[in-house]
């Protein structure tokens, strides 16, 4: 098993730019999140997906959208990329919500210029 | 508002024991989780208190006391391998709400 898997690994873009950020996670569970990590900080919830169907804001959405495209899929969609948006992010899955683990993948650099 | 307060870095000598304290303030809570996190990777789960009391799991403990919203991690028998950042996080109505975290350093 993988785990939970994120791709791209670094990205680079500039300022308006678009793009997505893919998450997959191959451990049936319900309920995915994504958050972003900034330098000496914790991490800060962007969107989560209850279960496959549903979305909801965490603390950090403004500038991002989110797919939960399947049970296995929770995509983090950055439509005008802004340098604020510079950051580590990093998805991640539970079995349900009530479930105090979270596994974590292993993160997306991105950098925007 | 919500916060969470832990010491930002602590440093401690191979095979000592160190604790890492954590407060917090959240509208709502349902457990304090902790993570640990090693540089470039990502935070991996350590241990989980729903209730007061300390848990134990191998080297590592955790506690709770919710009438003083207050946790700490309990690190025995350190080692190398533990220098990482620890993170504690409040469950509170689905949702973790992460603190900033606490670099360890131990020191051969």
């Known amino acids: 098993n993988a785990g939970v898997t994120q791709t791209p690994k670094f990205q680079v873009l500039k300022t308006g730019q678009s793009m997505t950020l893919q998450c997959a996670q191959d451990m049936n569970h319900n309920s995915m999140y994504w958050y972003r990590q900034d330098p000496g900080m914790g991490l800060r919830l962007i969107y989560y997906?209850?279960?496959?169907?549903?979305?909801d804001k965490g603390e950090v959405p403004n500038g991002y959208n989110v797919s939960r495209l399947n049970k296995r899929e929770f995509s983090l969609r950055l439509e005008s990329a802004a340098p604020s948006q510079t950051s580590v992010y990093f998805c991640?899955?539970?079995?349900?919500?009530?479930?105090?683990?979270?596994?974590f993948g292993p993160g997306t650099r991105l950098l925007v210029l | 508002g919500q916060s969470l307060e832990q010491p930002s870095e602590v440093t401690a000598v191979e095979g000592a024991i160190v604790q890492i304290n954590c407060t917090y303030q959240?509208?709502?809570?349902?457990?304090l989780s902790w993570y640990q996190q090693h540089d470039g990777g990502a935070p991996t789960f350590l241990s989980y208190?729903?209730?007061?009391g300390l848990e134990e799991t191998g080297r590592f403990s955790s506690f709770l006391s919710r009438s003083d919203s207050y946790g700490y991690l309990l690190l025995q028998e350190l080692q190398m391998k533990d220098s990482a950042s620890y993170f504690c996080a409040v469950d509170s109505s689905y949702k973790l709400i992460f603190g900033s975290g606490t670099r360890l350093l131990v020191r051969p």
């Open positions: 208190n729903a209730l007061d």
């Open positions: 959240t509208s709502g809570f349902y457990g």
């Open positions: 997906s209850a279960s496959e169907g549903t979305t």
């Open positions: 991640a899955s539970s079995q349900s919500v009530e479930q105090e683990t979270q596994y």
